[in-house]
């Protein structure tokens, strides 16, 4: 079946949260240089491009990215259009803005796709975000991951991250920096396992998706 890639690339070129750490690469020995081998270290940090953010990020004594169940980042999703019209971008999502309603998601697996942070090389400020009582509605209807093609699920000049709030109370995971400008809205089957990084706040993923083999199945 058809592998539809909707993670960031990672090179020189990827852009992080200000202030953050950029990836590097270096090469500590190398083939074409008469080495035996090519071996390199990757410094940068681990909110890196398309990323699961780890509940410690932003609960206080919270576990690391490591404690969430695995079946969080793998079964099937939504990919649901979220159309900010209000006032362009840097503004948060709320249910109606939603093209897909929600009396009609059924998988516990929710990826938002805004359109505001299209190019992950130019790091653009003002990229819209939820709204806290969009992720309580979700995690009402049982949805336990919530997914968006931004940095972050709050906005760049937030500080109090209300969105984050909503989805530590909720028990909902984080999956930031997604790639979907060419994903159709629809159900698919979503891959995006974080490594096991034992007390770290985030950890880069692969997201994938793949179409759902049965689009009537039901919510894992």
């Not at 516990?108 to 990229?127: A, Q």
Request: glycine share 10%; proline share 9%; aromatic share 4%.
């Amino acid at each position: 079946p058809m592998i539809i890639d909707i993670s960031a690339r990672i090179d020189g070129e990827l852009k992080v949260w200000p202030g953050d750490t950029p990836p590097m690469r270096e090469v500590l020995c190398d083939l074409e240089k008469g080495a035996n081998i090519t071996l390199s270290t990757l410094r940068a940090t681990v909110h890196l491009g398309t990323h699961v953010d780890g509940a410690n990020h932003y609960g206080k004594g919270a576990p690391g990215v490591e404690a969430w169940p695995l079946e969080r980042f793998v079964g099937p999703c939504h990919v649901i259009d979220a159309q900010v019209l209000r006032g362009g971008t840097g503004t948060r999502v709320r249910a109606e803005d939603l093209k897909t309603p929600l009396s009609l998601v059924r998988h516990s697996r929710v990826l938002l796709r805004t359109g505001t942070y299209p190019d992950p090389r130019v790091f653009n400020e003002d990229f819209a975000a939820l709204e806290p009582s969009l992720v309580d509605a979700l995690a009402a209807r049982g949805v336990r991951t919530i997914g968006i093609d931004t940095p972050s699920v709050d906005l760049f000049s937030s500080k109090d991250l209300p969105a984050h709030a909503a989805c530590l109370r909720g028990d909902v995971a984080i999956l930031e920096g997604l790639v979907l400008g060419d994903v159709p809205p629809g159900e698919y089957e979503l891959i995006a396992l974080p490594l096991r990084l034992v007390g770290f706040d985030a950890s880069p993923v692969r997201a994938v998706l793949r179409p759902l083999p049965n689009p009537e199945g039901t919510r894992r």
